[in-house]
């Protein structure tokens, strides 16, 4: 009973309005982070540098959540050739990666078990996302499900941004 207040809860803070938890990495250099893939694969932030970013962190049981990655399935589908990398790295321990492929095999961008590095956590609820420029700076970093609007009016202007150039 009390673990299902508590699901409760956390289920009603993620339904928070993003971005009200406005975080103060925002606006600094994401810090350098390492992605593990469901594959098994990984993924640095050296290898995503000139591309948009977005690491979320979920759960399967958080209906916000499942919610958010259609708004991120629907931005993929209609924005093909863009140079955004969506990671949707679980929270859950406890899950088997063999009970999220067949999730995986419907989407368009990877799920990952963590990002042991630092700085990218759960804020206060899941989901959680942090958004990264072109440039590798933190655009966003709150708690709370985007809607198709919000995702398309934070995403799709630093998509516009023109990569750095090399150094």
């Known amino acids: 009973m009390k673990l ?3 699901a409760v809860l956390a289920c009603a803070a993620a339904l928070a309005i993003v ?3 406005r975080a103060d990495e925002v606006g600094k250099p994401a810090k350098p982070y390492k992605i593990y893939l469901l ?3 990984a993924v640095s932030s050296d290898q995503l540098k000139g591309k948009v970013v977005v690491v979320n962190r979920w759960a ?3 209906t916000p959540c499942k919610a958010e990655m259609v708004v991120f399935e629907n931005y993929l589908r209609t924005h093909p050739d863009t140079d955004l990398k969506i990671f ?3 929270v859950e321990l406890s899950v088997p990666p063999s009970k999220l492929k067949p999730l995986q095999g419907i989407l368009h961008y990877p799920l990952a ?4 590095s630092g700085g990218y956590a759960i804020k206060d609820a899941v989901p959680t996302s942090y958004v990264i420029d072109r440039a590798g700076v933190v655009r966003f970093a709150a708690a709370g499900a985007f809607t198709d609007e919000s995702f398309d009016e934070l995403v799709t202007p630093l ?3 023109a990569a750095p150039a090399a150094q």
Do not use: E, F, H, R
């Not at 078990?113 to 042991?116: I, K, N, R």
């Open 159 to 161: 998509l516009k941004q």
């Open 60 to 62: 399967t049981w958080c």
């Open 88 to 90: 949707a790295v679980t």
């Open 19 to 21: 971005g009200s938890a």
């Open 113 to 116: 078990l963590s990002v042991p």
């Open 4 to 6: 299902s207040k508590i």
């Open 39 to 41: 594959d098994k694969s």
